[in-house]
């Protein structure tokens, strides 16, 4: 007798469904895909016990056999959550929830520590993580990047070792609009712009998926030096708020800053100096500043934090160093999906920059990208789908460099490397204001592919 249908057969769906079941759950897997790679996920967890079907599409028909008995669908980020499957099985009474619901069922008996974000997420996960980790604590990171939060939670389940003192979660949209809750213990509120909205369809919509993980939240960190934030601090009665512009950076005092000499401070005390983190650019003291405020009010010293700062390696796919090819360094923003977070990493840029950039385009203001493109970049190598229309996009803005398309990463890599010869360019930066799935299954593959290219390129070995 089925209850529970999960949708998918990703790393979302199997985490989900697997925990479901070590829960008692009676649960069926459905896919629409087919082929021998799904043949084989399938078949694996059909050995564990768990009931799968593929070839089996998102519409009504597909739940009729289980009209009787279903109560909850399961869905990946992915799936729109306004499918007009999703409204027919709501309007039938069937709760409709992510895999971070389950997750939340299973492990809520552990603090969470909650972040979300338009940019700067995934850099504070790792940083938060590696700081609680480096100064003692057990702080696994899982949610919107490698773990799936379903999936720590079956090997925090099958663990004989010590269970977690933190859980650090990075969070989507997609993730939250789907498990409304997820009451963390802490909440981080990195930065707000408009993303997502071919799925949201406001900017509204958007903001106030965000604000309810923050509102439903023990304690609100939030970033002051983000001016939609900025705009919001009027109307929350609770939270702490950092700035890495001084103390009153809009006129009102916040809680933890960096003062003009280079200190991290509190009201009370000077904590340590901000150059304690390696990472380019002004949006990681940023991060770094809603790093040390949820450490300290989890209980660190100013020692433990510095420490661990200096320490910390970088995050892979977000500015990662990778390394020079004859003089010219390079860097793997792949986790850049859209322009605002391609133009903050091209301030963090010191000298001419090539860029690479490309995939699939989503909505949003280009303005900025292109006033950094014209600011930093001397050229534009362009990819994937997106590359004709980056190109228009460009072509009307005053960027004066040099432009080119290509039909692929290892095309635009050769593509860079030898424009940063020819005009004495000080990097290379894939940033490609823009998702991967035209080309890539996630950031991370085209990160990881282009990592290659670059470790593999003839300059490498000259």
């Given at each position: ?6 949708v ?13 079941r070590?829960?008692?759950t ?195 960190i ?13 109307n ?59 450490a ?45 977070a ?85 990097n ?29 390129h ?5």
């Amino acid at each position: 007798m089925v209850n529970t249908v999960v949708v998918g057969l990703g790393r979302s769906g199997i985490g989900a469904a697997r925990l479901l079941r070590t829960a008692g759950t009676n649960v069926m897997v459905i896919d629409s895909g087919k082929g021998e790679a799904l043949e084989r996920k399938a078949a694996d967890l059909k050995n564990q016990g768990i009931a799968v079907q593929i070839k089996t599409p998102l519409l009504p028909e597909s739940f009729q056999a289980w009209q009787n008995t279903l109560q909850r669908v399961v869905v990946s980020p992915g799936i729109a959550w306004d499918h007009p499957t999703l409204q027919d099985l709501r309007r039938h009474g069937v709760a409709i929830e992510g895999e971070m619901a389950v997750a939340w069922d299973a492990l809520q008996h552990i603090p969470w520590i909650g972040i979300t974000g338009t940019n700067g997420k995934t850099t504070v996960t790792h940083l938060l993580s590696h700081v609680l980790e480096h100064s003692g604590l057990i702080a696994p990171m899982a949610g919107n990047m490698g773990v799936s939060a379903a999936e720590m939670g079956l090997e925090i389940q099958e663990s004989t070792t010590n269970h977690p003192d933190w859980l650090v979660m990075e969070l989507s949209s997609y993730q939250i609009e789907a498990a409304e809750r997820i009451q963390p213990t802490i909440g981080i509120w990195t930065t707000l712009t408009p993303d997502h909205l071919e799925r949201h369809g406001t900017l509204d919509n958007y903001r106030a998926i965000k604000r309810g993980l923050l509102e439903r939240s023990e304690l609100a960190i939030l970033n002051a030096d983000d001016p939609d934030l900025r705009q919001q601090r009027k109307n929350w009665t609770h939270g702490l708020w950092v700035s890495a512009d001084g103390p009153s950076p809009d006129g009102n005092p916040v809680d933890i800053w960096i003062d003009s000499e280079g200190w991290v401070r509190e009201p009370e005390q000077a904590l340590f100096q901000a150059k304690a983190l390696k990472l380019p650019g002004g949006h990681n003291l940023q991060n770094m500043l809603l790093v040390t405020a949820a450490a300290r009010r989890i209980g660190l010293t100013a020692t433990q934090i510095e420490a661990a700062l200096q320490a910390f390696k970088g995050v892979p796919h977000r500015l990662e160093p990778l390394g020079r090819l004859q003089g010219i360094a390079v860097f793997n923003d792949s986790k850049a999906t859209n322009y605002d977070a391609a133009e903050v990493g091209l301030r963090a840029m010191q000298g001419p920059t090539v860029v690479l950039a490309g995939g699939s385009i989503k909505l949003g203001d280009a303005s900025g990208w292109l006033e950094q493109l014209t600011q930093q970049a001397c050229a534009v190598v362009l990819f994937g789908d997106g590359a004709t229309e980056l190109q228009r996009i460009i072509q009307t803005s005053s960027y004066p460099g040099a432009v080119v398309c290509c039909s692929d990463m290892a095309e635009a890599v050769d593509a860079a490397v030898d424009l940063a010869q020819q005009k004495s360019a000080s990097n290379i930066l894939l940033s490609p204001a823009c998702a991967s799935y035209d080309q890539y299954t996630d950031f991370e593959a085209r990160g990881d592919h282009f990592r290659r290219l670059i470790a593999t390129h003839p300059l490498n070995k000259s």
